[in-house]
Antibody, heavy 122, light 107 residues
Framework: EVQLVESGGGLVQPGGSLRLSCAASGFTFNIYSMNWVRQAPGKGLEWVSYISTSSSSIYYADSVKGRFTISRDNAKNSLYLQMNSLRDEDAAVYYC???????????????WGQGTLVTVSS | EIVLTQSPATLSLSPGERATLSCRASQSITTYLAWYQQKPGQAPRLLIYDASNRATGIPARFSGSGSGTDFTLTISSLEPEDFAVYYCQQRNNRPFTFGGGTKVEIK
């Protein structure tokens, strides 16, 4: 069974840091791009970051560029998101999502993990 | 950035009725559009990719159509488990963007 399990969420003060992890299982991790997508409470979905199979291509939403760093460890079947200088508006459920593209172009997201909640508050 | 506008925001229907959800892109995205379903407290689930292709395990009552800037998700006959929020997502350009969602609620 394909599974993605996020961890590392919690309560952090504005300006603080947090590192999210996503453990993948049930598929060949190193042949898929991976993504982080977030959802603020009661709001819609926002793509956060993309990383290619070999980490050679990395992209961020403008809202997190310069503050967040995505990485992966293919030997450990794991995806990470280092979040620094956190702001109130970064509070959300963070989902990791596998990318698929049918052999062409950018990804759609399938499947998604269950999410991990990040709360930013003093 | 490509903006996706979903309509209506809320759709009130009864089980067995047909649901028609719209997603409009601010510029052409060819057929690079996906649809997701999200139930309360759950992660989104892929329903449709590239405008009209059902994902693995998705029932045939879900269908997608469209190209360019106008797309439609149709649920031919609503089952009780279909009442949820639906999002569209484009993969034509970065940043990958989502529509604001359509909530399908029980009338």
């Amino acid at each position: 069974e394909v599974q993605l399990v996020e961890s590392g969420g919690g309560l952090v003060q504005p300006g603080g840091s947090l590192r999210l992890s996503c453990a993948a299982s049930g598929f060949t991790f190193n042949i898929y791009s991976m993504n982080w997508v977030r959802q603020a409470p009661g709001k819609g979905l926002e793509w956060v970051s993309y990383i290619s199979t070999s980490s050679s291509s990395i992209y961020y939403a403008d809202s997190v560029k310069g503050r967040f760093t995505i990485s992966r460890d293919n030997a450990k079947n794991s995806l990470y998101l280092q979040m620094n200088s956190l702001r109130d508006e970064d509070a959300a459920v963070y989902y990791c999502a596998r990318g698929s593209n049918g052999g062409s172009g950018w990804p759609w997201f399938d499947p998604w993990g269950q999410g991990t909640l990040v709360t930013v508050s003093s | 950035e490509i903006v996706l506008t979903q309509s209506p925001a809320t759709l009130s229907l009864s089980p067995g009725e047909r649901a028609t959800l719209s997603c409009r892109a601010s510029q052409s995205i060819t057929t690079y559009l996906a649809w997701y379903q999200q139930k309360p407290g759950q992660a989104p689930r892929l329903l449709i990719y590239d405008a009209s292709n059902r994902a693995t395990g998705i029932p045939a009552r879900f269908s997608g159509s469209g190209s360019g800037t106008d797309f439609t998700l149709t649920i031919s006959s609503l089952e009780p488990e279909d009442f949820a929020v639906y999002y569209c997502q484009q993969r034509n350009n970065r940043p990958f963007t989502f529509g604001g969602g359509t909530k399908v609620e029980i009338k």
